[in-house]
């Protein structure tokens, strides 16, 4: 009998998967020219174990695609330790520009208190120097845990009901403003556990709430491209839509917030109004400016003030991230795909497609497309039908 001639099959560049190569009945066979050096079988798969890869391909354009990929990662490698190079200088630029602003500041209130503590001794001989010592730093240790020394302070508890809403809003966001905190053991063991819990539960949030708000932007783009189509580049049009988007965020999470501050918090200015916002929707929080003032005699109302500061910080720093989802979905400003261009050299995906058909916006269309993307395979005929051998090309 004449021997069994191994064959392959050619099958469209769509099927990939097994089930789909196995479902294609009118397949053209033609010997495999290919040389193989074993088998490796896998359950009832057996994979073809062939030649090296420069024997499939001619071997200049396999060298110019390796010399491609190593100038690429030559690159980003250089991108990425220019980048930490800028960045710990920003951070000694940033340190030393503070030092000289505020050290002058400093000397000049350490010289003010310096002074009026020489005074009070003076005008009080028979108080001793390490007695008033003594009384000064229980002073400032009620001060750091929330009792203020002064007789005409609001009698209000720290812990009220209204400023545990706010502490655990700032908890939760990663603000922390550390203005009020848990002075017990129980207290520091459950904010711990509920931090755990709520940062996680907080991210989830606020990230299924900008992917509802998507659409709404791809259709602003949507418009956008249909009315520069002809003149701007799509890029351009892409930073037209991150400026409206950003510009309807700072005024509405910095701008009114700073007005309605200013009249609200009567020791505040409105560079101080202006100084919490940003402080708050960067989660700095800092602490030193909390809308904390009683506002009237009516602990209701100062419950609903408190309510709507937190609701506030929610929704501001939801928009927050909405705005950074839109700016990294430009791939010229996203610096990320830069420093990492030489590992992920494929296309970014974006969340802004800029389509308004719902069928390319269909989970039907991108996967339809990621096969076509899909490199070809090689059907070998080698044994039954369940004993599949695949190769690629």
């Keep these: 009998m004449k021997p069994t001639e191994k064959t392959r099959t050619s099958v469209p560049e769509s099927i990939t998967t097994y089930s789909q190569v196995g479902a294609e009945s009118n397949v053209n066979t033609e010997p495999l020219s290919m040389g193989l050096t074993g088998r490796i079988s896998i359950g009832s798969i057996r994979l073809l174990r062939s030649m090296p890869q420069s024997q499939y391909y001619p ?11 190593c100038t690429r990662l030559r690159k980003e490698r250089l991108w990425f330790s220019f980048y930490i190079l800028f960045y710990f200088g920003y951070l000694i630029i940033g340190a030393v520009t503070m030092h000289i602003i505020e050290v002058p500041v400093e000397k000049a209130k350490r010289q003010d208190f310096s002074e009026l503590r020489n005074n ?36 209000e508890l720290n812990w009220s009901f209204a ?19 848990p002075l017990s053991n129980g207290g520091k063991i459950f904010c711990i556990i509920y931090a755990s819990i709520g940062i996680p539960l907080t991210l989830v949030l606020a990230s299924a709430t900008v992917e509802k708000l998507l659409p709404l932007a791809n259709r602003l783009l949507c418009a956008l491209n249909n009315k520069f189509n002809a003149t701007l580049d799509p890029v351009y049009v892409r930073i037209i839509l991150l400026t409206i988007i950003a510009s309807i965020v700072i005024v509405c999470c910095f701008i009114i917030p700073t007005i309605i501050f200013t009249n609200l918090q009567p020791s505040w200015t409105s ?14 929080g800092f ?13 209701n109302v100062y419950l609903l003030y408190e309510t709507a500061v937190c609701v506030y910080l929610l929704l501001s720093l939801t928009a927050m991230m909405f705005v950074l989802t839109i700016f990294y979905d430009i791939p010229q400003m996203n610096l990320t795909h830069l420093l990492t261009e030489g590992e992920h050299s494929g296309p970014v995906e974006r969340h802004l497609t800029g389509r308004s058909s719902a069928f ?32 690629r090309e």
């Design 360 to 391: 390319e916006d269909s989970p039907s269309y991108h996967s339809a497309s990621a096969r076509l993307t899909q490199p070809r395979v090689r059907i070998a005929e080698g044994s039954t039908t369940s004993e599949k051998t695949l190769m």
């Design 271 to 284: 560079l101080d109004a202006f100084y919490f916002c940003f402080i708050s929707l960067t989660t700095i």
């Design 163 to 181: 400023q545990a809403i706010l502490f655990t809003t700032s908890v939760v966001t990663t603000i922390g403003y550390g203005r009020v905190k």
């Design 287 to 299: 602490g030193d400016y909390v809308p904390d003032e009683t506002i009237g005699d009516n602990p």
């Design 59 to 69: 071997t200049d354009a396999y060298r110019r695609q390796e010399r491609h990929f």
């Design 120 to 155: 009070f001794l003076e005008m009080y001989p028979e108080i001793l120097d390490n007695h008033l010592e003594d009384f000064l730093a229980a002073v400032l240790q009620a001060h750091s845990n929330g009792v203020s020394p002064l007789r005409n302070a609001s009698q």
